[in-house]
T-cell receptor, first 112, second 114 residues
Framework: GDSVTQTEGQVALSEEDFLTIHCNYS??????LFWYVQYPGEGPQFLFR?????EKGSSRGFEATYNKEATSFHLQKASVQESDSAVYYC???????????FGKGTHLHVLP | NAGVIQTPRHKVTGKGQEATLWCEPI?????VFWYRQTIVQGLEFLTY????????DSGMPKERFSAQMPNQSHSTLKIQSTQPQDSAVYLC????????????FGPGTRLTVL
């Protein structure tokens, strides 16, 4: 079945560091790709999506580009802040187009 | 807009008891989803309603879990004879149509089965 792999379980950075969280997917069709962020005590929040090859999604300084050849959708931010500390989930919709399959999540800790 | 509302936020049950979790989706959203979140398994899809009709319950444990959506303003997830392994955060989400649209999640209900 379809799946999402996030390489890093935890990432620790200092403020103003550059962030990359790696996301690779496996899907039989042409899925839409998403990034969600989850803060403690809350449900995941939609960050952005991309639906086709080479499309860039972005929000709040975060961005990722759909790479069909590499089957990747890596999250990046040029300068992280302490308030960015949260769990980040890469996700895709499967061939049914409604079922969202989430990666295991990456816990980002940003130190002041 | 209050977002997706879930009640209760926390529920503690004894083994073998029943638990009913409630979800109020965002007004105007036609798709409602239920997920279960645990440390070990992460976020798992349970079931999906569209325009109140059950579309996909492939993630639901068959014997003790059931979900309903009696009207467009609320959905319920019922767990009969709760077991310790049912302890998790149960998340409800809604979206405009369900198809490749972003989902808006509620804060979740933390279920603890003693």
């Amino acid at each position: 079945g379809d799946s999402v792999t996030q390489t890093e379980g935890q990432v620790a950075l200092s403020e103003e560091d550059f962030l990359t969280i790696h996301c690779n997917y496996s899907a039989s069709g042409y899925p839409a790709l998403f990034w969600y962020v989850q803060y403690p005590g809350e449900g995941p929040q939609f960050l952005f999506r991309a639906s086709r090859d080479k499309e860039k999604g972005s929000s709040r300084g975060f961005e990722a580009t759909y790479n069909k050849e590499a089957t990747s959708f890596h999250l990046q931010k040029a300068s992280v802040q302490e308030s960015d500390s949260a769990v980040y989930y890469c996700a895709l919709t499967d061939t049914n187009a409604y079922k969202v399959i989430f990666g295991k999540g990456t816990h980002l800790h940003v130190l002041p | 807009n209050a977002g997706v509302i879930q009640t209760p936020r926390h529920k503690v049950t004894g083994k073998g008891q029943e638990a009913t979790l409630w979800c109020e989706p965002i007004s105007g959203h036609s798709a409602v989803f239920w997920y279960r979140q645990t440390i070990v398994q992460g976020l798992e899809f349970l079931t999906y309603f569209r325009n109140q009709a059950p579309i996909d319950d492939s993630g639901m444990p068959k014997e003790r879990f059931s979900a309903q959506m009696p009207n467009q303003s609320h959905s319920t997830l019922k767990i009969q004879s709760t077991q310790p392994q049912d302890s998790a955060v149960y998340l409800c989400a809604s979206s405009w149509t369900g198809d490749s649209y972003e989902q808006y999640f509620g804060p979740g209900t933390r279920l603890t089965v003693l």
